[in-house]
T-cell receptor, first 110, second 110 residues
Framework: GQNIDQPTEMTATEGAIVQINCTYQ??????LFWYQQHAGEAPTFLSY????GLEEKGRFSSFLSRSKGYSYLLLKELQMKDSASYLC???????????FGKGTSLLVTP | DGGITQSPKYLFRKEGQNVTLSCEQN?????MYWYRQDPGQGLRLIYY???????QKGDIAEGYSVSREKKESFPLTVTSAQKNPTAFYLC?????????FGEGSWLTVV
């Protein structure tokens, strides 16, 4: 089985930087994904990490350490529209199982 | 436009009734998935299909059924055996390392 943990809620200020952590314990590993989900909408793909290190994509970056079972999503220059839930998901050895954490609800305040 | 279309967006079911949620994609993706999302919870896998005429149970398949007669279509039936069906249902398809989601369907039991 897989266990994926993320903080339930976070609050940050517009223009600031926020880091959302994700830890996982898995029987296999073939990649970690981050998705953004606004309330009542479908998740949208943000990033994919399969090797250790930092992947940067505009204001969003994602980091992975496979030895530590740890990832984070870094959001820079926060905007009000970044208020959403951020889902961490881990793929094991097959595409049968893309297992999701419960999500982190991020509130960006003025 | 290419994408994943789910219908209906909102559906009310009386207890004891079966209902079917539609999922159609024109992305030419082989793999398709159904997830369920409850408030404050992560996505949980109901069924998945890697190719036409083949599908497999996910983690919470009890009370649900699917078919995959065409590549484009992967309907989900919520049967009366599903005791707590009120949830947000997400259909998805995959290409390469990325899973794309439809807009979701809200099912409420009245």
């Amino acid at each position: 089985g897989q266990n994926i943990d993320q903080p339930t809620e976070m609050t940050a200020t517009e223009g600031a930087i926020v880091q959302i952590n994700c830890t996982y314990q898995t029987s296999g590993f073939n990649g970690l994904f981050w998705y953004q989900q606004h309330a009542g909408e479908a998740p949208t793909f943000l990033s994919y990490n399969v090797l250790d290190g930092l992947e940067e994509k505009g204001r969003f970056s994602s980091f992975l350490s496979r030895s530590k079972g740890y990832s984070y999503l870094l959001l820079k220059e926060l905007q009000m529209k970044d208020s959403a839930s951020y889902l961490c998901a881990v793929r094991d050895g097959s595409w049968y199982a893309l297992n999701f954490g419960k999500g982190t609800s991020l509130l960006v305040t003025p | 436009d290419g994408g994943i279309t789910q219908s209906p967006k909102y559906l009310f079911r009386k207890e004891g009734q079966n209902v079917t949620l539609s999922c159609e994609q024109n992305l030419n993706h082989d793999a398709m998935y159904w997830y369920r999302q409850d408030p404050g919870q992560g996505l949980r896998l109901i069924y998945y299909s890697q190719i036409v005429n083949d599908f497999q149970k996910g983690d919470i398949a009890e009370g649900y059924s699917v078919s995959r007669e065409k590549k484009e279509s992967f309907p989900l039936t919520v049967t009366s055996a599903q005791k707590n069906p009120t949830a947000f249902y997400l259909c998805a398809s995959r290409t390469g390392n990325t899973i794309y989601f439809g807009e979701g369907s809200w099912l409420t039991v009245v």
